[in-house]
């Protein structure tokens, strides 16, 4: 790369940090499970207690975000800001990822900017305590680092070592900062075969070349294992987090188990399921005076606020509510006095009620484990429906828009944001808890929330376009290549994009028409690059393909006949 083309990749991420630095921080100081609950988890670390004292929300959810946020506030380094340089960093890695693929720098660098001015990352999810806003930049660098070692298996396996540990490290990172994060693991399987296949045909330094591919996967298990194992010392419990938990998803797939008299979409545990099973477990009818009262109710009510689909029942609690709401009542009586009793309670719960599905007195299906409700045919129409609107979605950028979220909660829990996240607020609703801009600074902010705006709305008519031509071009590539019967490793690697893609759509599609809607932004943003790096690889191999025709074309023509 010489230095006229560093001078413009530097330009380029210049500019855009220089736009997003416009957005101030949305602290939720009023949301215990989301926002304020991962600053009290950095905060925590960085005061070098771990997690901190154990309660109910300590290990509810992975903490690689609140070690992110704590270690973006050791190096000063303000975390929105951060959401951009990682996301940069993606983009840059990516760039020199596909130059065995894209040899011209000039097609490498527009795709460089395409991705670097991705509107999902200058959208409200940029003001936001949000996963999201790491995990998007990671699933780029995954997709990088996967192509990178896909098109260099011929190299030497010096080569390979260090995309191997850029995806190893990655992978640790992006495993322990979600709960659902197996949705990678289908694609994974099909790069590593894929990998496995070429290098073993090949057999140049087929064994070296081998344990340079399982290397990011053993490096992602210790990764895990380093968590759990902070998890025990502090906690007792060698566990990831308690909804990956063993006990939480067995008392989840036990109280899910017992059968319905009418069925209504979401009521994955309704009152009159919750009545049978206060008969016959004395552990879970701790819960019954609160989850059949007020408390329960406030639960009801909330869910309806946000699901969509069924007929709507507070008393039933439906959703994913219904989880926070037996953590609650499950605190109310006294069994998150640490891990190792929260965890004893809950398989408490899940002995007593697969007992009695076992005598007879519940009926019942199978014995499960598991966060999600029995598969059942009425969800086949509901998963279309969510299918068709995920597509449109992701096609059509459906609530991908420049704005700032404005601050929730009690001004006093909202002083850890801007001390940790090292940010200036937003505003309540009533325009309270934030410090009013400078004038000439709010002119400034005003200006590049304007230019961003513009490029968002830019996006908004070219993405559909690009989208579509992209898919058109993928699915010729895909008809010539079986005509042909021989796979290029750019549709190779598109293939394997694909199912990313149907991994990630497929977790969505069902947690929507099971527990809560998960179709919309911040949720749909890790399809964003997956989806965009498939078209443009498909797009440039069309094109490519379509040269090389006309140049055979051309070769084959009979030439001028000189004798005439």
Same mark, same amino acid.
């Given at each position: 790369?010489?230095?006229?083309?560093?001078?413009?990749?530097?330009?380029?991420?210049?500019?855009?940090? +220089?736009?997003?630095?416009?957005?101030?921080?949305?602290? #939720?100081?009023?949301?215990? %499970?989301?926002?304020?609950?991962?600053?009290?988890?950095?905060?925590?670390?960085?005061?070098?207690? +771990?997690? #901190?004292?154990?309660?109910?929300?300590?290990?509810?959810?992975?903490?690689?975000?609140?070690? +992110?946020?704590?270690?973006?506030?050791?190096?000063?380094?303000?975390?929105?800001?951060?959401?951009?340089?990682?996301?940069? #960093?993606?983009?840059?890695?990516?760039?020199?990822?596909?130059?065995?693929?894209?040899?011209?720098?000039?097609?490498?660098?527009?795709?460089?900017?395409?991705?670097?001015?991705?509107?999902?990352?200058?959208?409200?999810?940029?003001?936001?305590?949000?996963?999201?806003?790491?995990?998007?930049?990671?699933?780029?660098?995954?997709?990088?680092?996967?192509?990178?070692?896909?098109?260099?298996?011929?190299?030497?396996?010096?080569?390979?070592?260090?995309?191997?540990?850029?995806?190893?490290?990655?992978?640790?990172?992006? +495993?322990?900062?979600? %709960? %659902?994060?197996?949705?990678?693991?289908? #694609?994974?399987?099909?790069?590593l075969g894929y990998a496995l296949y070429i290098v073993w045909r090949c057999r140049d330094s087929a064994l070296p070349k081998t344990m340079i591919l399982v290397l990011p996967a053993l490096m992602c298990a210790a990764g895990t294992v380093t968590v759990c194992a902070l998890n025990y010392v502090h906690y007792g419990v060698f566990e990831l987090s308690e909804f990956k938990s063993t006990a939480f998803k067995r008392a989840n797939g036990a109280l899910m188990r017992v059968k319905h008299e009418s069925w209504n979409q979401y009521d994955n545990v309704p009152q009159e399921v919750r009545m049978k099973i206060y008969e016959v477990s004395p552990a879970f009818a701790e819960l019954k005076g609160f989850l059949e009262g007020p408390p329960g109710e406030a639960w009801g009510r909330g869910a309806e606020s946000w699901l969509e689909g069924g007929t709507p029942s507070p008393k039933d609690i439906r959703g994913g509510f219904f989880v926070w709401a037996m953590r609650q009542a499950t605190d109310v009586q006294g069994h998150y006095s640490s891990a190792i009793e929260a965890a004893s309670y809950f398989d408490r719960i899940a002995d007593e009620i697969n007992a009695a599905c076992e005598d007879g007195r519940l009926e019942c299906g199978r014995e499960r484990s598991s966060m999600m409700p029995p598969w059942r045919n009425e969800y086949i129409p509901l998963l279309l429906d969510s299918l068709s609107q995920c597509l449109w979605n992701q096609l059509m950028l459906t609530g991908v828009e420049v704005r700032e979220l404005e601050s929730t909660g009690p001004i006093n829990l909202r002083a850890i944001f801007a001390d940790i996240g090292r940010a200036r607020l937003t505003p309540d609703p009533t325009g309270i808890g934030a410090t009013p801009t400078p004038p000439n600074q709010a002119r400034l902010n005003e200006f590049r929330f304007e230019i961003l705006r513009a490029l968002n709305s830019y996006f908004l008519k070219i993405v559909p376009v690009v989208t579509v031509c992209g898919i058109l071009a993928f699915a010729v590539t895909v008809i010539r290549a079986l005509r042909s019967r021989s796979l290029s490793p750019i549709l190779t690697i598109n293939l394997i994009l694909l199912v990313f893609f149907a991994s990630r759509t497929a977790v969505l599609c069902v947690v929507t028409v099971m527990s809560f809607d998960t179709l919309k932004v911040p949720y749909i943003t890790p399809l964003g690059p997956i989806l965009q790096l498939l078209c443009c690889l498909s797009l440039y191999h069309l094109s490519q393909n379509s040269k090389s025709a006309n140049a055979g074309r051309r070769d084959a023509a009979p030439g001028p006949n000189h004798d005439a």
């Open positions: 790369m010489n230095n006229l083309v560093r001078v413009a990749f530097t330009l380029a991420v210049a500019v855009k940090i +220089w736009l997003v630095l416009c957005f101030a921080m949305r602290a #939720g100081g009023d949301a215990p %499970e989301d926002d304020r609950l991962f600053m009290s988890l950095a905060q925590n670390i960085i005061s070098g207690q +771990w997690l #901190g004292t154990y309660d109910t929300y300590t290990l509810v959810k992975c903490p690689f975000f609140p070690i +992110w946020i704590a270690a973006m506030f050791y190096l000063n380094i303000p975390l929105l800001v951060s959401y951009q340089l990682l996301h940069a #960093g993606a983009c840059l890695l990516l760039a020199a990822a596909l130059r065995p693929s894209i040899p011209r720098q000039a097609t490498r660098f527009a795709i460089f900017l395409w991705f670097l001015f991705d509107p999902v990352m200058y959208s409200y999810m940029a003001s936001h305590v949000v996963r999201d806003a790491i995990n998007t930049p990671m699933t780029l660098i995954i997709l990088t680092a996967m192509i990178a070692i896909l098109t260099r298996l011929d190299r030497s396996p010096r080569s390979l070592l260090r995309w191997s540990l850029l995806l190893g490290s990655t992978l640790a990172a992006f +495993w322990t900062s979600r %709960e %659902e994060a197996v949705w990678i693991v289908p #694609g994974l399987l099909a790069a």
